[in-house]
């Protein structure tokens, strides 16, 4: 007798590696948050609590999100564009991905010591640097509007901003999303004698 696997373990595994945690440790913590409100409390950027030893705490808001369709889409641009990532742009390279990770989870900590947290809009980061890996082909969003991948992030912030969110800290992710690409890909083509920062 053969031993057949589950379609969702089938599922599980299909997923890159890093995306899998990133899509299943948020997953999670959001779900627990639910039940545990006092999870969200010991997952919150806080400067004081970090600087009296919560190291935690400068990487767990990245996991914590509210529950409601704003949960589902964020969801599902985190595996979509996550797989899409770490299977195409960093072609499978576990450490490659996982550097980029903490290098712009490390400047979004350092931007919100200065204009609060900026963990709840960590998905831009996807969405801008898979819109540079693959600019110019087409999305489609909601009520039918088309339109070229490059313009993907900048679509979603005035979208975020008709619902009522801030534009501010998506903007600054974008920036620091962009400053990677720079230091990834601009740098070593125009300044190939310097040496490659990432």
């Not at 831009?124 to 088309?146: D, E, K, Q």
């Amino acid at each position: 007798m053969q031993y057949q696997e589950s379609p969702f373990s089938q599922f599980f595994y299909s997923i890159p590696i890093v995306t899998r945690v990133l899509f299943f440790t948020t997953l999670s913590f959001s779900i627990v948050g639910v039940f545990y409100p006092d999870l969200f409390y010991l997952c919150y950027f806080d400067r004081e609590q970090i600087a009296s030893g919560q190291v935690w705490r400068l990487f767990t808001p990245f996991f914590c999100q509210q529950l409601g369709f704003s949960f589902l889409i964020h969801m599902f641009m985190l595996y979509n564009f996550s797989k899409e990532l770490e299977e195409e742009y960093f072609n499978n390279d576990t450490t490659d991905y996982i550097f980029y990770l903490l290098f712009n989870c490390c400047l979004l900590n350092i931007l919100s010591v200065f204009v609060g947290p900026l963990h709840y809009y960590f998905i831009s980061l996807f969405v801008y640097t898979a819109s540079r890996a693959n600019p110019n082909s087409i999305v489609s969003l909601s009520f039918g509007i088309t339109l070229r991948r490059m313009y993907l992030p900048w679509a979603l912030v005035v979208l975020n901003f008709i619902l009522g969110a801030p534009i501010l800290p998506q903007i600054l992710i974008i920036l620091v999303a962009h400053f990677y690409y720079f230091l990834r890909h601009v740098i070593p083509v125009h300044y190939p004698t310097l040496p490659r920062l990432v």
